[in-house]
T-cell receptor, first 114, second 113 residues
Framework: AQSVTQLGSHVSVSEGALVLLRCNYS??????LFWYVQYPNQGLQLLLK??????LVKGINGFEAEFKKSETSFHLTKPSAHMSDAAEYFC????????????FGGGTRLMVKP | EAGVAQSPRYKIIEKRQSVAFWCNPI?????LYWYQQILGQGPKLLIQ????????DSQLPKDRFSAERLKGVDSTLKIQPAKLEDSAVYLC???????????FGPGTRLTVL
């Protein structure tokens, strides 16, 4: 079985500040990990994915995430927040024996203050 | 290229009524997924198709939910009869194959009164 825990359902940062969204996973086999972003009334858009290549993954809009096996974590970061980053962020996990079935975390709503 | 299309975008029904949602995946994508996203939660997979066959429907409440993908392209998800707890956004996603990135449609927001 696989699961994802996102610590902090709401995160607030000031514009220009560091963004850190936390994700911890549980998987009995090597995982594939994803971050998706969801803007209001829209579907999910893929930010980045880890599929067992480089542990530091760069995505769109300046986001990146680092896979740390020892900590079972895949935290999402961005050096400088922009107002347009305000959205809901979801971490998800799957694996080679899970048939590409994604298990999502509960999501973190990012608010950016001017 | 065109993304995943879903309709309707919004639907309001009363409990015990029936409702159907439609999804057209990205052209050439063999795998199609239906997710249920309850307000404040992450999406939960309901059913996964590979072409017109079901790969997994273990989390689909089969007493009231059904889904089909008859020609291996577009798909419909039906709820009959609806309950209050079915109020959610229903997301459709598609991928080239079982090991490929999933692309999501805009979703259908269902409100059951």
């Amino acid at each position: 079985a696989q699961s994802v825990t996102q610590l902090g359902s709401h995160v607030s940062v000031s514009e220009g500040a560091l963004v850190l969204l936390r994700c911890n996973y549980s998987s009995s086999v090597p995982p594939y990990l994803f971050w998706y972003v969801q803007y209001p009334n829209q579907g999910l858009q893929l930010l980045l994915k880890y599929t067992s290549a480089a542990t530091l993954v760069k995505g769109i809009n300046g986001f990146e995430a680092e896979f740390k096996k020892s900590e079972t974590s895949f935290h999402l970061t961005k050096p400088s927040a922009h107002m347009s980053d305000a959205a809901e962020y979801f971490c998800a996990v799957t694996s080679s024996n899970a048939g590409n079935m994604l298990t999502f975390g509960g999501g973190t709503r990012l608010m950016v203050k001017p | 290229e065109a993304g995943v299309a879903q309709s309707p975008r919004y639907k309001i029904i009363e409990k015990r009524q029936s409702v159907a949602f439609w999804c057209n995946p990205i052209s050439g994508h063999a795998t199609l997924y239906w997710y249920q996203q309850i307000l404040g939660q992450g999406p939960k997979l309901l059913i996964q198709f590979q072409n017109n066959g079901v790969v997994d429907d273990s989390q689909l409440p089969k007493d009231r939910f059904s889904a089909e993908r008859l020609k291996g392209v577009d798909s419909t998800l039906k709820i009959q009869p609806a309950k209050l707890e079915d109020s959610a956004v229903y997301l459709c996603a598609s991928s080239l194959g079982l090991a490929d990135t999933q692309y999501f449609g805009p979703g259908t927001r269902l409100t059951v009164l």
